[in-house]
């Protein structure tokens, strides 16, 4: 499974918590997007998938997928309450808070993301060859973390830039990997 994060946006440049609210790229976030289609183009896909965010689709067209299905699973975490707030501003109402312990009030738990991004992994390993899931930031790494059949917490340690590929995959045919991220 070959995952890309989203060009960049203004938020995501800004570090502000971008889950339902719907911003565009970028122009250099569309440069971005546009700079990954080479490298996708040596793969072939047997299905590709993005979220239904613009930012995401938009990624996608631009890397050559317009016809990329849209699986709302692949959305990003809904932050509820906390939507384009950045990490410090929430940590000044709720200190330690992090979205991996405690997810957002308003918004989504933990076991909520990993019981949708768990449908996207069966979705992935059902396919009949590769598949593309352009999406975001925290959810591409629970994505990553599920893939690996880790609670969604995991990812807090994978760390992943926008418009960057990564790819899961398999170890002899039975240990689920990660082969490459954050490229």
């Known amino acids: 499974?070959?995952?890309?994060?989203?060009?960049?946006?203004?938020?995501?440049?800004?570090?502000?918590?971008?889950?339902?609210?719907?911003?565009?790229?970028?122009p250099d976030g569309e440069a971005?997007?546009?700079a990954v289609a080479p490298r996708l183009a040596e793969q072939s896909f047997a299905l590709v998938l993005a979220s239904p965010?613009?930012?995401?689709?938009?990624?996608a067209e631009l890397a050559g997928?317009?016809?990329?299905?849209?699986?709302?699973d692949l959305a990003e975490w809904d932050y509820g309450d906390y939507?384009?707030?950045?990490?410090?501003?929430?940590?000044?109402r709720e200190p330690g808070w992090t979205i991996?312990?405690?997810?957002?009030?308003?918004?989504?738990?933990?076991?909520?993301?990993?019981?949708?991004?768990?449908r996207v992994v069966d979705r992935a390993r059902a396919a009949d060859g590769p598949v593309l899931a352009f999406g975001h930031g925290h959810a591409l790494r629970a994505l990553a973390a599920r893939w690996l059949g880790e609670p969604v917490a995991f990812g807090?340690?994978?760390?992943?830039?926008?418009a960057t590929i990564s790819v899961l995959g398999w170890e002899?045919?039975?240990?689920?990997?990660?082969e490459r991220w954050n490229a």
């Open 53 to 59: 965010r613009i930012r995401a689709r938009r990624t």
């Open 172 to 178: 002899h045919d039975t240990d689920p990997v990660v």
């Open 1 to 26: 499974m070959w995952l890309v994060r989203h060009g960049a946006t203004e938020w995501a440049r800004n570090g502000r918590h971008t889950g339902r609210t719907d911003l565009p790229l970028l």
């Open 65 to 72: 997928f317009d016809d990329a299905v849209v699986d709302d």
């Open 32 to 34: 971005q997007a546009r």
């Open 100 to 118: 991996w312990a405690r997810g957002a009030p308003g918004g989504e738990r933990p076991d909520d993301v990993a019981a949708r991004l768990d």
């Open 83 to 92: 939507e384009g707030l950045t990490t410090t501003e929430i940590r000044e």
């Open 156 to 162: 807090r340690s994978l760390a992943l830039d926008t």
